[in-house]
């Protein structure tokens, strides 16, 4: 549709749905990475905004002092437990400082999600929980400041690199010295994550040099919990129960508890079991599952450290610092339970 608007106006919301021809509803959310928009309408209606140098009214006075007060928060799904945590903790501690969070969720393809922080008009995004962001990162030059919290290690961008693999590597030994031959690995869609994700990665590793074959339980996390629990309870039914199940994320240790319980196994005395996310209900199931945790208020912290100083000094060479994740130990991987 053709722009008719007065040139002398700045855009606005009305403007752009006209052009893009939808409601204004759906340029806000597509603005905003909230609602249902389909990812072509989203895209497009990033673009019109684009060349349109469309500022969105409230933060317009802010921008001749050259801040909006606002912080984006970029984060994968929130259906995700750790990633609706970790939302929490970042918006805690930077709305401690005096700032607005927006928060942009990747439902899709985190490229439309990064045009849609870029439109946000914020001082700086903070981004955890999306896959495959650094490519898409990297392809943008315009956009804000930016802090990624992931378990890689870019060399273009400040970031914070959680390390998994040593706590991973302590659970699966502890594992492995109890005699269980049989290590299960219950992965949240495997074709999902790229091939050497670490907890992944280094799961093969150690079962590659114990001599002993992996076994994979690939549970898709687009069906309901009954569903997800049904798929690892048909495993054990097909397979007989492995002797330990170590889990890409407490979310699937809760469902592999619920599968071994429900297939009339012991933890840990038939099978041993450990997530990883170090989310606080874990503890009290009548067996205390075992995780392993990060520190994830001062992952926080730092990030919003690194945030401010990149805004302070747009020139520092880039920010990285390494946190280490620590296995916590409770019944589920208890030696002496399972002896």
Not at 290 to 312: G, V, W, Y
Request: proline share 6%; charged share 20%.
């Amino acid at each position: 549709m053709s722009d008719n608007r007065d040139p002398q106006k700045p855009p606005t919301l009305e403007d752009i749905a006209r052009i893009a021809g939808v409601n204004r509803r759906t340029v806000r959310d597509a603005i905003q990475g909230t609602g249902r928009v389909a990812p072509a309408t989203r895209e497009n209606v990033i673009r019109i905004t684009q060349e349109l140098n469309y500022v969105p009214n409230p933060s317009a006075h802010t921008l001749a002092k050259g801040r909006t007060g606002r912080v984006v928060v970029l984060s994968g799904s929130l259906n995700d437990q750790y990633n609706a945590n970790a939302v929490h903790l970042l918006e805690s501690c930077v709305s401690k400082h005096g700032y607005e969070t927006m928060l942009v969720q990747s439902r899709i393809e985190s490229q439309h999600s990064i045009n849609a922080a870029r439109a946000s008009l914020s001082d700086g995004i903070i981004a955890i929980g999306i896959q495959q962001l650094n490519k898409d990162f990297r392809s943008f030059d315009t956009i804000p400041p930016r802090v990624l919290i992931d378990t890689s290690s870019p060399d273009f961008i400040d970031h914070i690199t959680l390390d998994f693999r040593p706590a991973v590597e302590e659970a699966l030994n502890l594992m492995l010295a109890t005699g269980r031959k049989r290590i299960a690995y219950v992965d949240n869609d495997w074709n999902a994550l790229p091939p050497l994700e670490v907890r992944r990665a280094t799961y093969l590793d150690l079962m590659a040099n114990a001599g002993h074959s992996p076994e994979i339980i690939d549970v898709r996390t687009d069906v309901p919990p009954q569903e997800r629990i049904q798929t690892i309870k048909k495993y054990i039914q097909d397979n007989g129960c492995p002797g330990a199940f170590f889990c890409q994320n407490d979310e699937a240790a809760i469902y592999t508890y619920h599968a071994i319980i429900g297939s009339g196994h012991r933890i840990p005395t038939d099978a041993m079991l450990v997530g990883c996310d170090g989310l606080p209900h874990l503890e009290y199931f009548d067996t205390p599952l075992s995780t392993i945790a990060l520190p994830m208020e001062e992952i926080c912290a730092i990030a919003f450290k690194f945030l401010q100083q990149r805004m302070t000094e747009p020139s520092l060479p880039i920010q990285q610092q390494t946190v280490k994740a620590r296995l916590v130990i409770r019944k589920s991987l208890s030696v002496e339970e399972s002896a």
